[in-house]
Each structure stands twice: as C-alpha cells, then as structure tokens.
C-alpha cells in the first residue's frame, strides 16, 4: 500500500513524468547491451551539454558506488580523504570508500553546519608529513550537504585551490547536487569543473529518476579504465539504457532544474510555516530542501501518531529533518504546518 507523500526523505518519492516517459521510450524496442546502446550515448552527450566541458561519464547504480568508486579512482590504498564529519562517505557507507579505494583512510574535518573550510583542509594535510601518516589524497565536498545547506562557488572555489596547492584531487558528492544549482542560480559548469571540481557524483533518486547517478570526470585521465572499476564493482548495467535513458528525460528539457526548484520552493513554504510556531527550533540556513527542526518532544510524537512519517536524530538526537520531494505539494506543506500548529498549542 501507498503511503501519503511523506517528509522522510525524498527518495520516498515515485519516478517523475519526465523520467518514466524516457524509460517507456527505452523500453520500445530492443537495445545494445552493456552501455553501448544510442539512449545511453544521448545521455551522456546531454550531461556533456549541460556541462559545457567534454567529460567522461558513467551510470551506476546509488550513490555510494558512484562516492566509493571515484574515491577510488582519485586515491591510492595509502592516501587519505578528507571530508566533513557529517559526510555520507563517513556516516552513511559503511565503509564503502575505504572498501572500494583498498583501504584509503578517511579523516574527518569539522566545520559548521556541515561545511568544511580551506583553514581544516589545510591542517589535515599540513599537521603532518612523514611516512607514517595516511598521505592526504582526496577532498571530498558534500553538495548539497547532508543538513541542506549549499556551498557557494566562491567557497568551493577556495577550497578546491586550497586543496590543489596541497596535492589533492577533489571529489564532489553531488546526491543534490540538482538543488545546488537550482538554489544557487549559477551553471553546473560554475559549480564544478570551472570551481576546480575533477569528479562529480550527480545523483538521480533524490531529483526524480527510479534509481542510479552519473559519475562525471571533468579530468579525463582520472577516468582510465574506470570502466574496470564499474565492472567489479558490480556496477555495469547490462540493460544499460534503463539507467541512463530517464537521464536524458530529465536533462533535455530542464525538468531536472524544475523540479530541484520545486522542491527547494517547497522547503521554504515549510520552513517560513514552521518558524513562527512557539517552541519550534529551525536549526540549519534552508538553502535546499530539508527543514531540519527542533519540535517539542510531546508534539512530534503526535505527528507521528498522525501518520507523519520523519527522521529525527540524523544529526543530533533532538533534531527531525523534514525533506521535500518532486512531488511535495504546498497542500502537503501546509498540512504538516497546521498540525505541528495544532500539536504544539495542543
Ligand atoms: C542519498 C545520499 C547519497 C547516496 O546514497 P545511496 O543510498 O547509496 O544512493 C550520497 N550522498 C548523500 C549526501 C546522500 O544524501
């Protein structure tokens, strides 16, 4: 059964029209196999497109083969990635990218709401410098980060030359990075490759499409024989055109971007109910689209009595985090408000 549209997370939401009309077309006829069919092809020809750049790119599965396996292709089993201590890559992988890279040590940065800066990049990588010491090899930089806020082009910008002055390469796990660019206005190429980007991890689920990410290597030679890498990895669709086809769905007209809007669009409807509500804590910039939020205790488990159905203590143990998704409607918004309205005063 059906669950109603929920806050909990927005791969909890279905395909978007846009995705499952490209899948349909796909499904028209027979294909190549093995990525070597037209629909794939297209889609990676439109990811060049909206890039601006010739890059190399790859469809896997989620989102933590696409972290893992770039990861792995950026490092060596010696070297380090620095990342933020909030990261999906050290948090939510279990181990995945020190799996995939044969051991790369991941060392966690700190830095407030979630966001890592060149002065912690540089420690990590300065505070030592002898052999035995997991040699510093990636940045990883979460986009959107896992509380929702986004990085400017100017911090990225800063801490990938930071980054690059000390040897690293860096790496971009962009599961929303499509409410990146929908929140900040700029173009993916600014974002990315333009800002010192070498490998980007473009999520799918979370904007729209069934399932599956682009791995996108603005430095090609980062790439060499990443198809092997995909292949182990048990990444290499054979009916390939099923990942990639619902990409060029979601690039060709700009549906992608539409829907990032949306959603953004959604989460500052909530966030903008939510705050003025007496004993409601907002407790994170609404950059993107989740609401992370401190409800009284009494309260929220009567939402969850309701029928809501929300993470709390993803973060810290009194935080929920409310997530909007493409097909999160302000009606949906606006119910949510009034019962935490209702609860709270209850
Ligand atoms: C959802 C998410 C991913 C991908 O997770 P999978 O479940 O492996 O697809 C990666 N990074 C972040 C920040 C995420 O939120």
Redesign the pocket.
């Known amino acids: 059964m059906h669950q109603r549209r929920q806050f909990a997370s927005d791969?909890y939401s279905g395909i978007c029209p846009e995705a499952w009309a490209a899948m349909a077309e796909a499904n028209a006829g027979h294909a190549v196999s093995y990525g070597n069919d037209v629909w794939t092809q297209r889609a990676a020809d439109a990811l060049r497109e909206i890039f601006e750049t010739n890059c190399e790119v790859f469809f896997v599965f989620?989102?933590?083969?696409?972290?893992s396996l770039s990861l792995a292709a950026l490092c060596q089993p010696y070297h380090s990635i620095l990342c933020h201590e909030l990261?999906?890559?050290e948090t939510?992988?279990c181990g995945a990218p020190e799996f995939f890279s044969n051991g790369s040590k991941i060392l966690l940065l700190p830095g407030a709401n979630d966001k890592v800066t060149p002065a912690a990049v540089a420690h990590a990588v300065r505070r030592r410098s002898d052999l035995h010491y997991p040699k510093p090899g990636a940045l990883s930089l979460?986009q959107?980060?896992?509380v929702g806020t986004v990085y400017s082009v100017a911090e990225i910008q800063a801490l990938t030359t930071t980054a690059k002055s000390l040897g690293l390469r860096v790496q971009m796990?962009g599961?929303?990075f499509a409410n990146a660019v929908a929140s900040l206005g700029v173009t993916p190429a600014d974002l990315t490759w333009r800002a010192g980007v070498d490998v980007l991890?473009f999520?799918g689920?979370?904007n729209g499409i069934a399932?599956g990410?682009a791995v996108v290597f603005f430095n090609r030679d980062l790439a060499r024989e990443f198809d092997y890498r995909c292949k182990q990895g048990g990444q290499l669709a054979s009916k390939m055109r099923f990942l990639s086809a619902p990409w060029l769905g979601m690039l060709k007209d700009g549906a992608w971007l539409r829907h990032a809007r949306h959603t953004n669009k959604m989460a500052q409807r909530l966030e903008a109910g939510l705050r003025p509500i007496p004993g409601v804590q907002i407790t994170y910039p609404v950059e993107s689209n989740s609401v992370f939020a401190k409800l009284p205790p009494a309260a929220e488990a009567k939402l969850r009595e309701r029928g809501w159905n929300f993470y709390t203590g993803v973060i810290t143990p009194d935080e929920s985090r409310l997530m909007c998704s493409w097909d999160t409607t302000a009606a949906d918004v606006d119910a949510l408000v009034a019962d935490v309205k209702q609860l709270v005063t209850a």
């Open positions: 791969n989620n989102g933590t083969a696409a972290n990261a999906h890559i939510s992988e979460t959107v980060t896992e796990d599961a929303r991890c999520g689920s979370k399932l990410e």
